[in-house]
T-cell receptor, first 113, second 111 residues
Framework: ETGVTQSPTHLIKTRGQQVTLRCSSQ?????VSWYQQALGQGPQFIFQ???????GRGNFPPRFSGLQFPNYSSELNVNALELDDSALYLC????????????FGNGTRLTVT | DAKTTQPNSMESNEEEPVHLPCNHS???????IHWYRQLPSQGPEYVIH???SNVNNRMASLAIAEDRKSSTLILHRATLRDAAVYYC????????????FGSGTQLTVLP
């Protein structure tokens, strides 16, 4: 069983630029969620995708957007990067069923300068 | 939204049991209670979850109060590898749609 993999592991961008982060879900999972974790804090929910459609969104502006592909892999796009976007971005996959657990990747560390 | 309260930090000696408490007094009747942990430089890792009755798996046990307003994660024999931040999370959607992580409990395991 292949777990959740994210790429790249680290990334440095300049304020105002755009970034795309990638995630491969665990085999058999049909739902993917993205979380942002600032240093010293718990992860914050960005959004979730199910069957290629957004299925819930946290308190993040529209410049945060995503995609889910037919093979259940996913992308997180962030436009017009701000310094406060510097964080660990976590992808998690799961089955859409009551009580199902999230399986997280080890994240992409984004630094905005 | 259900609010959770956990101690900021706890210490345990290696090979001793650890009881990590969580208060979730505003939880509703259909919210699962999830526990995750996060080791340094890794993503969160699922530990256990339950709804009403106590649950056991190879990692831990989850004891849920009869009124469901609190729960306790039990690590039966702490190891150094168990040092992590432990998060108690009510699953409001019932499908892990939007988990709200708080600050969690930083567990330190002493050799």
């Amino acid at each position: 069983e292949t777990g959740v993999t994210q790429s790249p592991t680290h990334l440095i961008k300049t304020r105002g630029q755009q970034v795309t982060l990638r995630c491969s879900s665990q085999s058999g999972h049909n739902t993917v969620s993205w979380y942002q974790q600032a240093l010293g804090q718990g992860p914050q929910f960005i959004f979730q995708y199910y069957r290629e459609e957004e299925n819930g969104r946290g308190n993040f502006p529209p410049r945060f957007s995503g995609l889910q592909f037919p093979n259940y892999s996913s992308e997180l796009n962030v436009n017009a990067l701000e310094l406060d976007d510097s964080a660990l971005y976590l992808c998690a996959s799961s089955l859409r069923a009551p009580g199902e657990a999230l399986h997280f990747g080890n994240g992409t560390r984004l630094t905005v300068t | 939204d259900a609010k959770t309260t956990q101690p900021n930090s706890m210490e345990s000696n290696e090979e001793e049991p650890v009881h990590l408490p969580c208060n979730h007094s505003t939880i509703s009747g259909t919210d699962y209670i999830h526990w995750y942990r996060q080791l340094p430089s890794q993503g969160p890792e699922y530990v256990i979850h339950g709804l009403t009755s106590n649950v056991n798996n190879r990692m831990a046990s989850l004891a849920i109060a009869e009124d469901r307003k609190s729960s306790t994660l039990i690590l039966h024999r702490a190891t150094l590898r168990d040092a992590a931040v432990y998060y108690c999370i009510p699953d409001l959607s019932g499908s892990a749609r939007q988990l709200t992580f708080g600050s969690g409990t930083q567990l330190t395991v002493l050799p």
